[in-house]
């Protein structure tokens, strides 16, 4: 990590460089019964270099910034949206924080407390958060979901979720993805109470030409909080999202909730983490409502540190059907080689019958649903 200073007679500023870059082996199986194996990036959570800055503006204010872009480095590209992993500024002071841009949903904070990882290991190195059954924020992704599915789609499937993504909500933007929101407006309560954090955000939809037309441009708000005594720290989040829809949907007003409560707690040999998860949608031709939960076990034995979780997510249809898209089980260990490199090895497997994958076949614009992945890699902060 670099940090760079600079200093004046009523302001001090820094602008810091860090991050994480991840590379491994893994062999892939899939629901087509077709297996691959290659070199992929982020394996273990995602490679990510970021910038933060921050001006101490004096009377206990600073004005902060960051700037999060994800590389990959199997072939040394870069996502599209260059900083797709987090583009804000804001101010900080005795009034709390509040950061404006592109930046994390209110579930995900929650979700990763659970995994204990930060959400890293399993399919696509996002621990609880996906389930295998395809790309993070596509259709049937998540085992926990990190947006809520607003009620009104254009995905069309005979079962599972329609995605959950910040796009969903904000439909004409391609900068969306299944764990953050484009134009947020977060804020950070002041500690009251020691050990606990409490946050509201909004996030402004895209399509006004929707209201023109006398609907809707597809708003989200949430609220996450925490709270950490001693061993034991408690989770919660709760969001709101508004679909897209035209004045012809406007009577429905098609929208979706998502709740996610839970919590670690540590027993010295072993720290364990508990979640649970409900969401529901209104107007949604695909389902009502869904559910999930998940157990992470982790435990230190030096550097050497095994980990076990396993998670469920199942939906209730529309025609009041049950279907189970995730019975996720990741098993693996993480070894330190010093404070800022560790090599790890990872399992993780989706137990459902075969008919219940969603994507049982190479689509034109799909890969099969993931049954199981064996990853081995090597991991580097900076």
């Not at 297996?35 to 004005?63: K, Q």
């Not at 993504?165 to 947020?184: E, F, K, M, V």
């Not at 209104?282 to 396993?310: E, Q, R, S, W």
């Not at 189970?324 to 790890?344: D, E, H, P």
């Amino acid at each position: 990590m670099a940090t760079l200073a600079a200093t004046g007679a009523f302001a001090q500023s820094s602008v810091t460089i860090g991050g994480q870059l991840d590379v491994g082996l893994q062999s892939i199986s899939y629901a087509n019964d077709k297996s691959v194996s290659n070199l992929g990036s982020g394996i273990h959570g995602a490679s990510r270099v970021w910038f933060t800055g921050t001006e101490d503006l004096g009377g206990g204010m600073s004005a902060n910034w960051r700037l999060e872009m994800q590389p990959n480095l199997a072939d040394g590209s870069t996502s599209a949206n260059l900083f797709n992993r987090g583009a804000w500024a804001g101010l900080k002071g005795g009034f709390g924080e509040i950061r404006a841009g592109r930046q994390g949903s209110n579930t995900i904070g929650a979700i990763c407390t659970i995994d204990q990882h930060g959400c890293y290991s399993g399919f696509y190195g996002g621990g609880l958060l996906f389930s295998g059954q395809a790309a993070p924020g596509a259709m049937g992704a998540s085992l926990f979901a990190a947006n809520p599915t607003p009620g009104i789609t254009t995905v069309a499937a005979a079962k599972g979720q329609a995605t959950n993504t910040g796009a969903l909500s904000q439909a004409t933007s391609t900068a969306g993805d299944s764990t953050r929101y484009i134009n947020q407006v977060r804020y950070t309560l002041p500690t009251f109470v020691a050990g606990l954090s409490l946050n509201a955000a909004y996030a402004f939809g895209q399509s006004n030409v929707l209201i023109g037309q006398g609907g809707t441009n597809g708003n989200t708000y949430g609220f996450d909080g925490a709270y950490t005594a001693g061993p034991l720290t408690v989770v919660g989040a709760y969001q709101k999202a508004q679909a897209e829809y035209t004045a012809a949907g406007s009577a429905a007003k098609p929208s979706g909730d998502l709740m996610t409560i839970g919590g670690t707690y540590d027993l010295t040999v072993a720290k364990v983490g508990l979640g649970y998860q409900k969401e529901k949608a209104t107007d949604n031709a695909l389902f009502k409502d869904a559910v999930a939960f998940g157990m992470t076990v982790t435990v230190p034995m030096g550097a050497l540190t095994p980990y076990v979780k396993y998670g469920q997510r199942k939906y209730t249809m529309g025609d009041n059907s049950t279907f189970t898209s995730a019975k996720v089980a990741n098993i693996g260990a993480r070894y330190a080689l010093s404070k800022r490199t560790l090599v790890y090895v990872d399992y993780v497997n989706n137990g459902v019958k075969k008919e219940d994958f969603l994507f049982n076949a190479q689509t034109a614009t799909a890969a099969p649903s993931i049954k199981s992945m064996t990853s081995l890699g090597l991991q580097h902060s900076f």
